[in-house]
């Protein structure tokens, strides 16, 4: 007698049919497989073979491009990327220009954007003040996404003699301050001394030192460095140099000073203040003191 198979219900015939019982089993399984086989017919050049459902032999014919793949006319030039604007929401993203690189941006469609680096081998400017008239500057609320910082100063000028500036970090004026410096006089070393750059008696490892005139070659001019400002589990290294021409003795001066904060605490903090002396951070028109993050 007739049975169906497992897998799709056609009912074929068996060896112990008669023959009429067989003949019309056989034409309803050839007319179970023509109804199950019909969703594979026709179909255009180029067209895809895609499921319409979880159901069995549930099939449609689509382009090679269809609504569930990433479309070919996304993209259109050399060079476009692919992103999403939402989940399952491919989109385009033109290419950049010569130099840029990508960077994740929240506010772009994409989450995506091109931009182009900061200018000083991965320097980006935190902020910057003019030293006019200042006996101390504070730069303060530092972001920690930064590797470094670094403070740079140029055309600036005591505007009295004999008075000495110095750094702090997070305010701090204790003794956790530890460095050694060497201080050139001309061309000949003349000392080697170990000193905290918060001690008012420090004279010999300044911030700019004692240079007083407004002449441009007069002028200071210094970079200072810490390292692993944000870590809040290591102490804080850092250098700088500082160079000026002594309109007293009519010599260049320069102080190398190497040295670490101890603390563990994330630098937020960064100011520069007055030592000793009753002068005030000065500069020449168009000259700042500027704090970048070094990535």
Not at 104 to 109: C, L
Request: glycine share 10%; no cysteine.
């Amino acid at each position: 007698m007739a049975t169906t198979t497992p897998n799709f219900g056609w009912v074929v015939p068996t060896s112990t049919d008669l023959v009429k019982n067989g003949a019309t089993a056989i034409e309803t399984l050839g007319d179970s497989i023509d109804a199950s086989m019909a969703e594979l017919k026709g179909g255009t050049t180029g067209q895809v073979l895609s499921k319409t459902s979880n159901t069995d032999m549930d099939f449609t014919w689509v382009a090679q491009d269809d609504s569930n793949a990433i479309q070919n006319t996304i993209v259109d030039a050399k060079g476009d990327l692919i992103g999403a604007t939402a989940a399952d929401t491919p989109a385009r993203l033109a290419v950049g220009t010569n130099g840029q690189v990508l960077t994740a941006d929240s506010t772009a469609g994409t989450g995506l954007a091109w931009t182009t680096p900061s200018s000083g081998g991965g320097l980006t400017l935190i902020t910057e003040t003019v030293a006019s008239a200042n006996s101390s500057i504070d730069f303060s609320s530092i972001s920690g996404s930064y590797t470094n910082l670094q403070l740079q100063w140029t055309g600036v000028y005591h505007s009295a003699t004999g008075s000495n500036f110095g750094f702090r970090l997070n305010s701090d004026s204790g003794s956790n301050y530890n460095e050694t410096y060497t201080y050139l006089e001309g061309t000949a070393p003349v000392g080697v001394a170990i000193y905290g750059l918060n001690q008012t008696s420090m004279g010999q490892v300044p911030f700019g030192n004692s240079a007083s005139s407004t002449t441009a070659n007069q002028t200071v001019m210094g970079v200072l460095n810490v390292y692993n400002y944000a870590s809040t589990s290591k102490v804080k290294k850092y250098d700088m140099t500082t160079f000026y021409y002594s309109n007293n003795n009519s010599r260049y001066n320069s102080f190398t000073v190497s040295g670490y904060w101890n603390s563990t605490s994330a630098v937020t903090d960064l100011g520069i203040f007055r030592a000793a002396g009753t002068a005030t951070l000065s500069n020449l028109s168009n000259t700042s003191i500027r704090l970048y993050g070094v990535k």
